[in-house]
């Protein structure tokens, strides 16, 4: 019971970091560069300089039909999360922009919208990888990641195109919209990295005349293991091994220049290993 009981307030931590990472996006970046991110923030933000009325209390009107949307489709453990994470949300964004006072972090606007976007993406990571959501797109995003092969990131980037689009209009300005899709296009990008992580190995394929030195090489030099795959050439038809091994980004150097020494004639396929699961390779977080 304790170790639940700590598991759930980790979690609920995590989903107040998260929370106010964004916050502090849109109040030092996005909101005085009247840039809109997509989302229920960038309706927010267009609202609030049209009728002049706080970001926050907009986004928490929106979200609540949306939070029950997302409480039928995702099931009831998305709901006090969610609940938590954009109620959180909207209050410390109104208390950073209209008690707080905090003032624009910089006025050129590329760099407004690069970190505004940077920001977001983070927070949304990290409130993701402890499942929960801030509202708006984010929970259409993982309704549609739930239903198809699109990540979280290009979900939510699809819906928040139309979101940026209408901003432009409202304010009449497309250099603004262009703004906006950049500071989608980078908070995608790292919500994307929080949530998946860097490709950090890579796998080779070799196929050499001197197979048992390549062999050898990788075992005593690099300390690594490998698979011999059997078949036969499209040409010749004849039997040939394909080595196969899997190695860190640190290492691939090492074997490229292993096999150029030995066989400089190899034939080699090198490819993005996402994940690796056994001996030698880290576990993702």
Not at 14 to 34: D, E, H, K, N, W
Not at 73 to 89: A, D, E, N, W
Not at 146 to 152: C, F
Request: glycine residues 12%; hydrophobic residues 50%.
């Amino acid at each position: 019971m304790k170790q639940k009981i700590k598991s759930i307030v980790f979690e609920y931590i995590g989903l107040a970091v998260g929370s106010t990472i964004m916050s502090l996006g849109l109040v030092l970046f996005l909101i005085p560069g009247r840039i809109a991110p997509g989302g229920v923030s960038g309706i927010g933000i267009v609202l609030h300089y049209l009728f002049n009325l706080p970001v926050g209390l907009i986004m928490l009107l929106f979200n609540i039909p949306l939070f029950i949307l997302g409480l039928k489709v995702l099931g009831k453990q998305f709901g006090p999360r969610t609940f938590f994470s954009f109620i959180l949300v909207s209050l410390t964004t109104d208390v950073f922009d209209k008690i707080l006072h905090l003032g624009a972090a910089t006025e050129n606007l590329l760099l407004t919208s690069i970190f505004g976007g940077i920001l977001l993406g983070i927070g949304l990571g990290i409130v993701f990888r402890f499942k929960g959501t801030t509202g708006g797109s984010g929970i259409i995003g993982q309704i549609i990641h739930k239903y198809s092969n699109m990540t979280i990131g290009t979900s939510i980037l699809i819906v928040d195109v139309f979101i940026i689009s209408f901003a432009g209009l409202a304010f009449h300005d497309v250099n603004l919209a262009l703004y906006g899709f950049i500071s989608l296009y980078f908070s995608s990008k790292v919500l994307d990295v929080i949530l998946d992580g860097f490709d950090y190995a890579r796998s080779f394929y070799i196929i050499s005349e001197k197979q048992d030195a390549i062999i050898e090489a990788i075992m005593q030099e690099m300390g690594r293991g490998g698979t011999e795959i059997f078949g036969n050439g499209f040409y010749t038809r004849q039997e040939r091994n394909i080595l196969f091994t899997v190695v860190t980004r640190k290492e691939v150097a090492t074997l490229r220049q292993i096999i150029r020494q030995i066989d400089p004639d190899a034939f080699v396929i090198i490819a993005n290993v996402h994940e690796v699961i056994g001996e030698g390779f880290r576990l993702r977080v």
